[in-house]
């Protein structure tokens, strides 16, 4: 079968031909093949100027990556595609993890463009999070079942991003049984996330590896987690030894699971959960004179849109000096940014200038990024977003 052609203007091959996915609504060739002649989702046969293909792409003519190529042939996205990628994107991670507890498909970098599919053992929590992957929902469901066979799959089309793809936002048992609260194993440290009401698809994944470094760093010390979500760099200081340890978030849900999951590992007495506004509180405990041998801040992006660059980055600038106020002499801080449009020189910068302006010694020990199940794809910057930096900060 014939699919229909999406012709590119003249030059205009050039980033797909240099490994990227996606293409601009502004690159396409509209007279000869205008956009509007397609359906949200449908595919396409890609070609350049004078007709020589470049791939197959799904199409959304309404919004302004107007289509991302799902192979570099005339294979179309069909359920043996899908099948395909999903044993390649599960050989990888058996390959990082001895158990079944990772994002198991992160899009475009597992040629699965607008696919997220966390997984917690038996349980999935997936997202679709573009119109081509919509239309393809049943085959995507079918081939999940077929490779992994779950117990329950978890649809969060809850994210933003539907809505610039022009989708409606929901949150949908697809398939079996799912359970409110799943446990994972992470870093030898077993936890609780929430599969339906929690952030995203219920856990941060990313930051496995830079939580691991509490390992060496959080044992006797006094930790402060800001912007803990359900505890996961909290419990997981708490399990490897801290003495004492601090969750700060804005959702009460949240911190009423970093608690469960304080219990769970028996360390429930050395947890506390302060609810509210990060900013504000910090300002607070400064006030009331306390410290801390080891600070955690992993804010939600402050930097969504390139237009937020300005106030954003003030809100590191501002949230990481006022942890740096909190942290001991010789303590450890360890600041991260999941904001795209952070440049990491930019994080490293935030900390050089809170230590100048609180006169402080800054050491980088340690540099991180999302942790490789959620890999980078080397021509899409977009795909490559976490940024963690752990500093030694002492008195000079
Ligand atoms: N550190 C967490 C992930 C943090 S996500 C982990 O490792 O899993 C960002 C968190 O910041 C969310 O839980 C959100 O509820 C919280 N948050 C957002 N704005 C906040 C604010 N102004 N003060 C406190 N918490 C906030």
Redesign the pocket.
């Known amino acids: 079968m014939q699919l229909p052609s999406l012709r590119l203007k003249r030059h205009e091959e050039r980033r797909l031909l240099g490994g990227h996915l996606w293409i601009y609504s502004n690159e396409v060739d509209s007279r000869e093949t205008p956009l509007q002649q397609y359906q949200a989702g449908e595919q396409v046969r890609v070609e350049t100027h004078n007709g020589k293909l470049l791939g197959t792409a799904y199409v959304n003519p309404h919004s302004l990556i107007c289509a991302r190529l799902v192979s570099r042939d005339d294979r179309i996205l069909d359920r043996a595609l899908l099948v395909h990628r999903l044993l390649q994107a599960l050989k990888l991670r058996t390959q990082l993890f001895d158990e079944p507890f990772y994002r198991l498909v992160y899009g475009e970098s597992d040629l699965l463009p607008g696919l997220v599919v966390d997984r917690f053992g038996p349980h999935l929590s997936v997202q679709l999070n573009s119109a081509g992957m919509e239309a393809m929902r049943g085959q995507v469901l079918d081939a999940l079942k077929q490779v992994i066979a779950p117990e329950s799959i978890v649809l969060r089309n809850d994210s933003s991003i539907r809505t610039l793809e022009g989708l409606l936002r929901e949150v949908e048992v697809a398939w079996g049984e799912a359970p409110k609260v799943v446990e994972l194993l992470e870093n030898g440290v077993p936890l609780l996330a929430p599969l339906h009401d929690g952030?995203k698809t219920g856990?941060?994944y990313d930051?496995r590896p830079n939580?691991a470094w509490l390992r060496r760093f959080a044992p006797g010390k006094r930790v402060l987690?800001?912007?803990?979500?359900?505890?996961?760099?909290a419990v997981q200081a708490a399990a490897f030894g801290a003495r004492e340890v601090v969750a700060?978030?804005?959702?009460r849900p949240?911190l009423e699971m970093a608690e469960k999951n304080a219990e769970l590992n028996g360390v429930g007495d050395r947890f506390n959960g302060i609810e509210?506004?990060?900013?504000a509180?910090l300002r607070g405990l400064k006030a009331e004179g306390e410290s801390f041998d080891l600070i955690?801040v992993?804010?939600?992006a402050f930097i969504k849109r390139k237009k937020d660059h300005k106030e954003g980055l003030q809100a590191y600038h501002r949230i990481n000096e006022l942890a740096m106020q909190l942290l001991q002499p010789d303590g450890i801080l360890l600041a991260?940014s999941?904001s795209m449009h952070l440049a990491r020189e930019e994080l490293l910068d935030v900390l050089r200038s809170a230590g100048r302006r609180q006169d402080r010694h800054v050491q980088i020990l340690m540099e991180g990024m999302q942790g490789p199940d959620h890999p980078v794809h080397p021509a899409i910057p977009e795909t490559r977003y976490l940024k963690a930096f752990l500093a030694r900060v002492s008195d000079g």
Do not use: H, L, M, N
């Not at 700060?248 to 959702?251: C, G, K, L, N």
């Open positions: 952030q856990w941060y930051q939580r987690d800001v912007f803990s979500y359900v505890g996961a760099f700060i978030d804005a959702s949240a509210g506004d990060a900013f509180i955690v992993d804010p939600p991260a999941c």
